[in-house]
């Protein structure tokens, strides 16, 4: 059984179970938060990623052009750090290993990229993954809690 755990000295996360989605994303919100021109991006259902001292997490808008959409930006309010992106509808909670303190080797490998857009203007990604215009075709939405 996997054991994902991540966040900083102040809030921990955890995850027993295996991410529902992990891909590598080039959309241009995680290029704006990241910095990062591709993102490694693992999806876990809401119940699945535990914090434990919610009560210490800063929530601002994931998409800035969206400030009322459903995902928020969710940083320790003692040190600042990236923790998770919370899914206002309980669907999901996701984990950007390599920024939210996760040992990103300990992470399976992206099974795919998305949100690529051959008009952003560079290669299209040839490491062998599916590449989609979105999610992969078959993920489908959790319910929300």
Not at 24 to 34: G, R, W
């Amino acid at each position: 059984m996997s054991d994902y755990q991540g966040g900083c000295a102040h809030v921990h996360t955890r995850a027993a179970a295996e991410p529902i989605d992990n891909h590598v994303c080039h959309c241009n919100v995680c290029k704006a938060v990241t910095g990062q021109q591709t993102t490694h991006v693992a999806f876990f259902n809401w119940g699945d990623l535990k914090v434990d001292h919610p009560e210490k997490l800063a929530r601002q808008p994931f998409n800035a052009n969206n400030p009322d959409g459903p995902l928020e930006l969710c940083t320790c309010t003692d040190c600042g750090a990236a923790i998770l992106l919370d899914d206002k509808q309980k669907r999901i909670r996701v984990a950007v290993p390599n920024i939210m303190g996760y040992d990103d080797a300990h992470f399976p490998q992206a099974s795919y990229h998305a949100f690529y857009d051959d008009t952003k203007g560079y290669p299209k990604p040839s490491d062998g993954r599916p590449v989609y215009e979105g999610l992969r075709p078959e993920f489908v939405w959790p319910k929300g809690a």
